[in-house]
């Protein structure tokens, strides 16, 4: 099986969580499951977006920039709006991305329930085909894990070049810090792996 046919799948696959079970894909707790999600749940799973929304912005404010203030926001894999509904009430134009339309439905439906009326929603490539602009802050969160290496390093170039002049990036990612401890979880160049071997 080729890598073109893996990732397709992989892309094939969200579609699938985003038609079956969308929150649960986001967020796998029993209480997200579809047909069992009370008005409480639902609640929940977007306050918890909307803490993780104040998180970003309070890391921004205290470490980069404390007049920060975006104009114009894009969530990559924003899928069903867990933190778009909040990034859309604090910036003039809100961008939505996924690979799922099925996401982006049910996105633009938590949106209008949330009376949020300043979102595009977009369908992602790896080419990032759909975005035509430069954004303030552009943010993924629980998103990259689900993306080959070699792929998900493409479009994260292609995001920063999406980035306007002292535009904000606020990425997730995963890492072992157990796998390579002496770096952090970061894995050394392939160079300086082998002149590791040849001193050992």
Avoid at 119 to 145: C, P
Avoid at 181 to 200: L, S, V
Wanted: one cysteine or more; glycine letters at 6%; proline letters at 3%.
């Amino acid at each position: 099986m080729s890598k073109r046919t893996v990732d397709a799948n992989t892309d094939s696959a969200w579609e699938e969580w985003g038609s079956r079970d969308p929150y649960f894909s986001v967020l796998t707790h029993p209480r997200f499951r579809r047909g069992a999600m009370t008005d409480h749940d639902r609640n929940d799973f977007f306050e918890s977006g909307s803490l993780h929304v104040q998180f970003v912005m309070q890391i921004i404010h205290d470490h980069l920039d404390s007049n920060f203030r975006p104009n114009a926001i894009l969530d990559f894999g924003c899928g069903v709006g867990r933190t778009l509904v909040s990034f859309a009430k604090m910036a003039k134009e809100t961008v939505g991305l996924d690979v799922s339309t099925s996401m982006l439905q049910e996105a633009s439906n938590n949106c209008k329930a949330h009376g949020v009326s300043n979102v595009r929603f977009l369908r992602s490539d790896d080419a990032l085909s759909s975005l035509t602009q430069s954004f303030d802050l552009i943010h993924s969160s629980i998103v990259f894990q689900h993306i080959p290496v070699a792929r998900g390093k493409l479009i994260f170039r292609r995001l920063l070049a999406r980035l306007a002049p002292q535009g904000i990036g606020a990425f997730q990612f995963l890492y072992s810090k157990s796998q390579y401890a002496d770096t952090y979880g970061i894995a050394p160049e392939r160079r300086h792996q082998e002149r590791i071997r040849k001193c050992r």
